[in-house]
């Protein structure tokens, strides 16, 4: 079975442009999230899909990143205009139960913003 | 603010002994708790999930909970090269399904052969 496809794997770009990571989840699962990992801050849920709904996005930096889920088999994490600070590697995940569940993590994203 | 706490490390064993991490947690009212493994460049990778306190064995791998205490632990026997990497605990607070999961920022483990 395919686990959770993102895609780029890698994207360097400059400071200033818009930046879209893609993610499909696993066939069936409802639930989608979005993670960043970095050194200094670790894994950070920064929104999570019921059903295509987003629950909860508190964990969103600023207005700069927003989130899009339009069908079952497919969501956006996009960033205008990106910064330096934004450097990360990127998680999707997903499952079928909720966050209280075990979550099945895509490859990644290793963004860099110069 | 909820806050899940792990030493960074590196812890290091030697290979064949039983590697202990652990893991505490701010949140008293957390209900699902979670240890996932990520080698260096990978994605994170599920060990082991516990709900109710005690242990919960796993092949090689023990998860213990203890909710009075607030702390839940990992323990790896026969520590083996290959299970050198960064474990990452997961507390979920949710009395439902939908309630925000909080990651530790991992204890760095080195197997030393």
């Known amino acids: 079975d395919a686990g959770v496809i993102q895609s780029p794997r890698h994207e360097v770009t400059e400071m200033g442009q818009e930046v879209t990571l893609r993610c499909k989840p696993i066939s069936g699962h409802d639930y989608l999230f979005w993670y960043r990992q970095t050194m200094m801050r670790g894994l950070e849920l920064l929104i999570y899909?019921?059903?295509?709904?987003?629950?909860?996005d508190s964990g969103m930096p600023e207005d700069r990143f927003s989130a899009k889920m339009p069908n079952a088999s497919f969501s956006t994490l996009k960033i205008q205009p990106s910064e330096p600070r934004d450097s990360a590697v990127y998680f999707c995940?997903?499952?079928?139960?909720?966050?209280?569940?075990?979550?099945?993590f895509g490859d990644g994203t290793r963004l860099s913003i110069l | 603010q909820k806050e899940v706490e792990q030493n960074s490390g590196p812890l290091s064993v030697p290979e064949g002994a039983i590697a202990s991490l652990n893991c505490t947690y701010s949140?008293?009212?957390?209900?699902?708790f979670f240890w996932y493994r990520q080698y260096s460049g990978k994605s994170p990778e599920l060990i082991m999930f516990i709900y109710s306190n005690g242990d919960k064995e796993d092949g090689r791998f023990t998860a213990q909970l203890n909710k009075a205490s607030q702390y839940v632990s990992l323990l790896i026997r026969d520590s083996q090269p290959s299970d050198s990497a960064t474990y990452l605990c997961?507390?979920?607070?949710?009395?439902?399904?939908?309630?925000?999961?909080?990651f530790g920022k991992g204890t760095r483990l080195h197997i030393l052969p």
């Open positions: 949140d008293r009212g957390s209900q699902s």
């Open positions: 997961a507390v979920n607070g949710a009395m439902n399904r939908d309630d925000k999961i909080i």
């Open positions: 995940a997903s499952n079928s139960q909720g966050t209280n569940q075990p979550q099945h």
């Open positions: 899909f019921n059903n295509n709904v987003p629950i909860d």
